[in-house]
């Protein structure tokens, strides 16, 4: 193609992507005289109340119900359809579906579209507690591979190419493989290897690329579609600039057909799809397909020297690309801010506490180790020295104190599964302390949120290791979820 024929074919790339079917037709309703007899019940703001006070007016009025000129989502044939496809347009999939209960209803979509009871699932044991959710409700068999653990930082990457291609080799009767890419801190493995393997064997790739929105729109990264990945699903949310709880699913066709994610789709997501979150995926995909390059361009830099900046004379230290692939043969998402403060004499959780009660800075997580900043296009070089000052201020104030070190951080073995979540799930429970649960079969999901990763889940043995963490991160950061009501207990599976 020559650059005449390629200035051309953006240009029509760039025609057709600044339409938003579905936004523009939520606005021109809301701008209707209409008298709404349907639900819901606030009548497009009617009454007065606390919530249209602070919403505002239009809010109310694009707050509506399926309805001919505004489509549906479980079929769509008009403008939420034009909408998704001008979505799979701009990230180069064959198909995309708007999701209106998180990446998680994708996760659990994916795995049921591809698992029936007793397939294998590859799964990284890294992953969000909603696919081991999508497990036990799909009746799949996992079977776990172990990420590449980082001491140094206190955190997991992503699995390794050989311990892929080990795993496939040891199942092949493996039905699909399922990766996170990126992970929640934002090293990406080789996908596109990773994928040929899979595919070589007939096995479908699904992605949790919850963090991934930016991907396609990130001067020199690699997306999950491109990388060759069959289903992929990523929170626009989290990255993309659309509402809390919109994200999209992404399908290319083959392994599994468009017709079949519909219908598994319509099992579990909403009859009432909520339209403000619906057109937030239509105007944030406009934005990021016409302006993502250019805007993740120039943010670069900035990120760069903050990192510089963060680093400079302090007891910090920032991950990095090449810090990553090193370790583990990884790349890295720079727009994850992964900051190492142990060695300030603090816990990660210590100064994620201080960035918010003394500086008013919300840290996406804090971990042993580290915290950590999501950056997308919204943030700026102002935004960016403020916690460049405040982390600095930090150093001066609590630096100089003996660094941290624990090894409740980094667990080195792996818990072993005895029994399948699903069965675990069903068995018979009893709860217990969880001093005294050492040995038991647990049909509980012990997690730290965020990430949502989970510290053990159903059908795994509880080793000393694992109420080790418990205790560490209950102490620290007292933020441990699990399904009891009773604190410091964990349910088992009744002997």
């Given at each position: ?27 021109k ?5 209409i008298?709404?007899?349907d ?11 606390p919530?249209k ?44 579906f ?16 591809t ?27 996992p079977?776990f ?25 040891a ?5 699909a493989i ?10 990406m ?6 994928c ?16 991934g ?9 690699i997306?999950?579609i491109?990388?060759g ?5 990523m ?10 709880q ?14 079949t994610?519909?219908?598994?789709l319509?099992m ?6 909520n ?8 105007a944030a995909r ?6 993502g ?6 943010l670069?830099p900035?990120?760069e020297?903050?990192?510089?900046d ?5 007891c910090?230290e ?9 370790l ?14 142990n ?12 960035l918010k ?18 950056i ?21 104030v ?6 941290i070190?624990?090894?409740?951080v ?32 647990s049909?509980d999901?012990l997690?730290i ?5 989970p510290?053990?889940?159903p ?20 933020n ?16």
């Open positions: 193609m020559n650059i005449i024929q390629e200035q051309t074919r953006t240009s029509e790339i760039a025609i057709t992507q600044e339409r938003m079917p579905l936004f523009d037709a939520l606005v309703y809301a701008k209707k005289n008298t709404p007899f639900v819901p019940g606030h009548k497009m703001g009617a009454q007065s109340n919530l006070n602070v919403l505002g007016e239009m809010t109310m009025k694009m707050d509506v119900n399926s309805m001919k000129e505004l489509d549906l989502l479980s079929h769509p044939e008009s403008v939420i359809k034009e909408a998704q496809q001008l979505a799979a347009n701009a990230f180069g999939a064959d198909h995309a708007f999701l209106v209960n998180g990446t998680t209803s994708g996760i659990l979509a994916m795995i049921l579209a698992c029936k009871p007793d397939d294998v699932l590859i799964v990284p044991r890294n992953c969000h507690k909603s696919i081991m959710n999508g497990l036990i409700l799909s009746g799949a068999k079977v591979i172990e990420p590449e653990v980082d001491v140094h930082f206190g955190i997991s990457h992503g699995v390794s190419v050989k311990n892929v291609e080990k795993t496939l080799l199942y092949p009767e493996a039905k399922l990766v996170t890419y990126p992970t929640y801190f934002g090293s493995n080789d996908l596109r290897t990773i040929k393997l899979a595919h070589d064997r007939d096995i479908t790739v699904i992605v949790d690329s919850a963090h929105a930016h991907l396609a729109f990130t001067p020199g990264q997306d999950p491109s990388a990945a069959d289903i992929v699903t929170s626009m949310h989290k990255t993309g600039g659309s509402l809390t919109s994200s999209i699913l992404l399908l290319n066709e083959g392994r599994i057909s468009a017709k994610m519909q219908k598994t319509n579990l997501q909403t009859t009432s799809a339209y403000l979150l619906m057109s937030s995926l239509d406009r934005e990021l397909a016409l302006y390059y250019d805007r993740f361009k120039a670069k900035i990120v020297k903050t990192i510089h963060i680093e400079e004379n302090t910090f920032v991950l990095k690309n090449d810090y990553v692939n090193q583990c043969k990884q790349s890295y998402d720079w727009t994850k801010l992964v900051i190492r403060v060695d300030c004499g603090l816990t990660g959780f210590e100064v994620y506490t201080l009660e003394k500086y008013q800075i919300q840290m996406e997580l804090a971990e042993g180790y580290v915290v950590m900043a999501v997308t296009t919204a943030d700026t070089e102002n935004s960016l020295k403020k916690l460049v000052w405040a982390l600095s201020d930090i150093d001066r609590y630096g100089g104190k003996t660094p070190y624990s090894t409740s980094t667990p080195t073995h792996a818990n072993k599964l005895l029994i399948s979540p699903r069965d675990a799930h069903y068995a018979e429970h009893e709860l217990v302390p969880v001093d005294m649960a050492i040995g038991k079969i049909a999901l997690m949120y965020p990430p949502g990763i510290l053990v889940i059908g795994e043995l509880i080793s000393e290791e694992v109420i080790q963490q418990y205790h560490y991160y209950s102490q620290t950061f007292g441990v979820l699990s399904e009891s009501d009773l604190k410091n207990h964990i349910t088992v599976v009744k002997e």
